[in-house]
């Protein structure tokens, strides 16, 4: 008889709001974020782009910072970017995600196996059924439609509109990998002693794959929640439960 060894750590895989970004660009260039993403902790993930912090529903109630800080050499205000701050309040099955602009902000209401994601436009909310080892995702474009497959333990398989949503979520002791269909959408995310380390990876323009500092990131848990800090100074944010 043979038996199926499950990984030692198992985050899990699920569906939420969008909220910050990790890419070095302001506001970010990327043009179809991952509202799939591995769980960091207390329900927030990263995007299955590798750049995107998602919340799910139930997550626990925080603050997610990333704004700037001006010194004041420029006459400028003392905060830049105010919209890369978020607030999630939880409260039974409602979690609410605000923003610094209306169209930031999201409820998630659970009712049995789905979860309703909406958001001020309702062209962009959509509803995830879970029922337990299937997860579809459906919304008025075929963009937001996902299937997710977690009847093997050892691979999560999403399935998207096209390559670029679709991904294989591997997990093996102590490490995840999210195995987009080009390197620059392959990550490695290492558990550490204090927290995570999140890989990411290019395209050496011979064929082959090298390390993507820009895409690289260490988490670092908190006693108040964690901290996500990757290559540059603005890839920063600071996630504190309320």
Request: aromatic share 10%; charged share 20%; with cysteine.
């Amino acid at each position: 008889m043979t038996t199926t060894m499950q990984a030692s750590w198992h985050p899990k895989v699920f569906v939420g709001a969008y909220t910050g970004s990790m890419d070095p660009q302001i506001p970010p260039t990327m043009y179809r974020p991952s509202p799939v993403a591995v769980e960091i902790a207390d329900g927030i993930g990263l995007g299955l782009d590798g750049q995107t912090l998602i919340v799910g529903q139930g997550a626990d109630s925080c603050s997610i910072t990333g704004h700037l800080q001006n010194d004041g050499s420029d006459g400028g205000p003392p905060v830049l970017y105010p919209q890369r701050d978020f607030t999630v309040d939880t409260k039974g099955n409602t979690t609410a995600v605000n923003g610094y602009f209306d169209w930031q902000n999201y409820k998630l209401i659970r009712s049995g196996d789905k979860v309703g994601i909406q958001q001020a436009t309702p062209d962009f909310s959509s509803t995830v059924t879970d029922s337990g080892k299937h997860i579809h995702v459906d919304g008025a474009f075929p963009a937001q439609r996902y299937d997710i497959d977690e009847s093997d333990p050892n691979v999560t398989r999403v399935k998207g509109y096209s390559g670029n949503e679709s991904a294989d979520v591997t997990y093996a002791q102590n490490k995840v990998t999210i195995q987009g269909n080009t390197p620059e959408r392959t990550f490695e995310i290492t558990k550490t002693a204090n927290g995570l380390h999140v890989a990411g990876f290019r395209d050496d323009g011979n064929g082959g794959v090298r390390d993507n500092p820009v895409n690289t990131y260490d988490i670092t848990f908190t006693k108040a929640g964690f901290d996500i800090q990757g290559y540059y100074p603005q890839q920063h944010y600071v996630i504190n439960r309320a």
